[in-house]
Structures are given as structure tokens and as C-alpha cells.
């Protein structure tokens, strides 16, 4: 039988190198002193392996903010099992009535792929848009184009004019360019997440919404509304825009998806963040899992603790300022040189590139300036702008029949602050709209004349609307002004009673 020494034996102990120097040094000490020596050695080692055995044991769970080390610590069974069911049960009783969430009791494969594209719509169209615009949009959208098959059918130009108002135009080309793709390949509705992936335009989340609520497929969905009731579930202080915490968020709902309605769950999770767990006004009483919630916990415990803390704020990056001017050309027919007896003309819209910022859209000849600069300096730049351009040249082949400084308004896009001024030009071209017309450089620029009605009745974006709007309030104010005949003096001297 050995002599157990902390976790070594007696021989170990014996050999090790802290002994055999303690004996060597007290060659000549008492037995009670190599003995006293041999205790204290013993003592030491008990202290080492006693401070190990402590650091390896794991540290005690506080409620405090997880940060990306300890949020591995998922849900327990418990709470996933009380978490569903608490969250299907409300969802029951109090989604709201959308749409794109009418369903058909059929299992049919044509029923589902139908089911499948109105939900990919939506959810494209609900991207950085408020569920009450997004109804109407939607309404019109499925009408026109009630099928993948009827989308598939449709131009860039239509998709555009009918996607006008809604902003972030880059989804409407890919949602056109999806349905061509799924249309031609022939193989019906992908209906699995890695299926999904493959089509332009739709990422992890639109992936996992189609494939779970379509055809049910057990998978999760992570958009901002989920992100923040999980990180106030689990009172997650990590920066949510960081790509390890975004993982972790997936793993969250993936553990907490239900197997039986994953489509429902999933849509349960979005619509609580989206009417009860909203971002500045939170309403935790009437919350389904307030109960499992970490942050109203500590939010009751501590004053200073609050439930908006949760997800943590991230600084949004600074907008460029741009400054821009719109030169709105309308060219007058006919040879008579008063504006005023003449008919609305025709008006000049260029098509923006392919890529970048309102890829593919139409718009009023525009040029971005180099900063803030005076009505001179715009106007030149315009001039040069038109003349390259349209071969349009006041001191050549045209007539200047207006040009006002029509207004100023500013733009707002996700990342740019755009300073619109606009300027209306009223021109008539000598020689007539045809001879120009023939002599145009077939360049680079695509451009077309349309008349106000048809100008009118397409589908432009916010900004360029506005600049026609203030174009028409413009041009009304100056014909009313102009047709108010002035008023002759009188003598408002009072008569004098005789």
C-alpha cells in the first residue's frame, strides 16, 4: 500500500526535487526536524493541488449581461419548452391579419410554391419598410404578377414603376431576376434552405422564412426583431453587428424553433419584436415570456437597469453629404416664342447606370456638384451637362424660353445626405424636336422625352417625384400669378358731406 501525498505517493514524493535538496541541506537535523521539513513539504503540495483543483472548477453563474464567451449557454429544455409554448399560443390569438399570411388548406405542391412567393415577396418588400406600406405595395404587386411565372414574364421597368415609393430598388432586381432564374431552370419552388441560397438575392434570413413558413422546414430566422427580444431574453450585452455574436443569436433561435409549427414559431418571434418588444417603448406586462426574460428581471431588481439597453446601441456610420442639381428640360413644339401661349411640351428623363444607387431608374437630367455652390456656378455645370449630352446649346440650335431657380429640398438615403436644387428650363429647339432628334449621338446615355401625362403616371422614385411636384407647383403659381389683371388706382379719399 502506497502513502498517498496530496496526489502523489511517498516514492514520488520522495524524488521529487524540493526533498531531495530539503535532506541534502539537513543532513545532520533530528528525525523531528526531517520530519517537521517533510509536513512542510507536504502542506505546500496541498496547497498547490488544492488552488489547481480550484481553478479548474467552473465559476458560479451570476445574472449578469452575457457577453460572446458565455452565451454558448443556451436556453434549458425548460425554458424552450415554456418559451414555445407560450410564444405559439399568443401568436394565435393576436397576429394580425396580413396579406402575405393567408394560407391555403391544401397540401398541394402548386399551393405551397404559390404560398412560398408571396412570402418571398413580402419579406423582400418588408426590408427597411413599415408593414402599412408595405400592404398596399403588396396588394398591387400580386395582382399584377399573382405567380413566379407571371414575375418571370415582366421587364426591369415595370418591376421599377411598380416598386417606385419603396426605396431600395436593388431588391425589386433581384426579386426579377430570382423568378427568371427559378422559371428556367425549371425544377419548381426551391423548397429547402441550401435550395434558396442559391437564387440572387435571398440570403440566410429570407431563406429561412420561405422555407420554414412554405413548406416547413425545421430551420430558424434571425432579422432585427429577433435579435432584439433574444438578446433581452438572455440580456446579451454583446455589439449584435458583430459577426460572432450574430452566429450565436442564430444558434439561440435555432434552439428555440418548434419542430411542428416552425413557420408559425418563426413568425411568432418576428411579429413580438415587431408589436410588444419594440425598441424604444417596450410593453413587458403584456408580454408572452416576459417571465423568462433576463432583462425585465434585472430591469424589476435594479432601477438603473434598463430593458432598451438590450441589444446594445451601435453608432450608425456618418452620411455623406452630397450637394446635386436637377435640371428639369421641358422642350416647347412650334415656332412662337412666348412660353405662355404654348402647350405643356415634353420633358427629358435619363436613365442611371446599371449599377450602384437607383441602378436602372429614371430621372431628371442631374450632375453632382463639388459642395455647395451659387446659381452661376450650377447653371454652368448644367449647360455643359446638356450640351455633351443632349447637343442642346442656347447659343447654337436652341432658345431659352424660361429658366428659374425653382427650389431647394433634401434627400435622405441609408448612407447619403442629398442636397437636391432644381431648376426649371423651358427650351425650343430651332429647326424643330425631329432634325435634333436624328442628329443625337447614339452614346453611352440612355434618355428618353415624355409628356407631363405620361411623366405623370410612372413609377418614379421619392426624390424625382418631388422635383416634379415642385416643378408643377412652380409652374401653377406663375400662371395664376400672371393671369390676375392688375388692379387700376382709385381716389380712396372719403367725400366730404356737404
Given at each position: ?103 391555403s388548406e391544401s397540401d398541394k405542391e402548386e399551393e405551397k410554391e404559390k404560398r412560398a412567393y408571396g412570402v418571398w415577396v413580402s419579406e423582400v418588400m418588408l426590408q427597411q419598410t413599415r408593414v402599412q406600406t408595405v400592404i398596399d405595395y403588396y396588394n398591387r404587386w400580386m395582382t399584377k404578377w ?173 452620411q455623406r453629404h452630397d450637394v446635386s442639381a436637377a435640371c428639369v428640360v421641358e422642350i416647347l413644339g412650334g415656332n412662337d416664342e412666348s412660353e405662355r401661349t404654348q402647350p405643356d411640351g415634353v420633358f427629358i428623363l435619363v436613365k442611371r447606370r446599371d449599377e450602384g444607387l437607383l441602378a436602372g431608374l429614371w430621372e431628371f437630367p442631374s450632375i453632382i456638384l463639388d459642395g455647395e455652390t451659387d446659381i452661376t456656378t450650377r447653371r454652368e455645370a448644367a449647360e455643359c451637362f446638356l450640351k455633351k449630352s443632349f447637343n442642346l446649346d442656347p447659343r447654337n440650335n436652341c432658345s ?99
Open positions: 500500500m502506497s502513502l498517498v501525498l496530496g496526489n502523489k505517493s511517498l516514492f514520488s514524493a520522495l524524488s521529487s526535487p524540493e526533498l531531495r535538496t530539503s535532506l541534502t541541506s539537513s543532513s545532520r537535523s533530528t528525525p523531528f526536524e526531517q520530519n517537521s521539513s517533510f509536513r512542510s513539504l507536504t502542506m505546500d503540495n496541498e496547497r498547490k493541488t488544492k488552488k489547481k483543483k480550484e481553478r479548474q472548477l467552473p465559476e458560479k453563474k451570476t445574472v449578469l449581461p452575457l457577453e460572446e464567451e458565455d452565451i454558448e449557454d443556451l436556453f434549458s429544455e425548460k425554458e424552450v419548452k415554456k418559451i414555445r409554448q407560450s410564444l405559439l399560443q399568443w401568436y394565435d390569438k393576436n397576429q394580425r391579419e396580413l396579406p402575405w399570411r393567408e394560407r399573382p405567380t413566379i411565372h407571371h414575375l418571370a414574364k415582366a421587364s426591369l421597368e415595370e418591376v421599377n414603376e411598380m416598386w417606385a415609393g419603396l426605396g431600395y430598388y436593388r431588391r425589386a432586381r433581384f426579386l426579377l431576376e430570382g423568378a427568371k432564374m427559378i422559371v428556367a431552370e425549371g425544377e419548381g419552388f426551391p423548397n429547402t434552405v441550401s435550395d434558396l441560397r442559391k437564387v440572387p438575392g435571398i440570403g440566410n434570413y429570407t431563406a429561412g422564412a420561405i422555407a420554414s413558413i412554405a413548406f416547413k422546414e425545421v430551420v430558424s430566422v434571425v432579422d432585427g426583431n429577433v435579435i432584439r427580444v433574444l438578446a433581452r431574453l438572455k440580456a446579451i450585452s454583446a455589439n449584435p453587428k458583430d459577426t460572432s455574436t450574430v452566429k450565436n443569436f442564430w444558434k439561440l433561435a435555432t434552439q428555440l424553433v418548434d419542430s411542428c409549427r416552425p413557420g408559425d414559431f418563426n413568425q411568432s418571434l418576428m411579429e413580438l419584436g415587431a408589436v410588444i418588444c419594440t425598441p424604444l417603448n417596450p410593453n413587458c406586462t403584456s408580454c408572452p415570456v416576459s417571465d423568462k426574460c433576463q432583462a425585465y428581471s434585472m430591469s424589476k431588481r435594479d432601477n438603473s437597469v434598463l430593458v432598451t439597453s438590450y441589444p446594445m446601441k451601435v453608432l450608425k456610420a456618418r431659352i424660353i424660361l429658366r428659374e431657380d425653382v427650389g431647394e429640398f433634401v434627400h435622405i438615403f441609408s448612407h447619403i445626405r442629398l442636397k437636391v436644387h432644381v431648376e426649371l428650363l423651358v427650351l425650343r429647339i430651332k429647326g424643330g424636336m425631329d432634325k435634333w432628334v436624328e442628329k443625337q449621338d447614339k452614346g453611352t446615355l440612355s434618355w428618353k422625352c415624355v409628356d407631363g401625362g405620361t411623366l405623370a403616371s410612372m413609377g418614379l422614385t421619392s426624390g424625382v417625384r418631388k422635383v416634379y411636384t415642385m416643378v408643377q407647383k412652380f409652374k401653377q403659381k406663375r400662371l395664376t400669378t400672371s393671369s390676375i389683371p392688375e388692379r387700376k388706382r382709385t381716389n380712396t379719399k372719403r367725400l366730404r358731406c356737404s
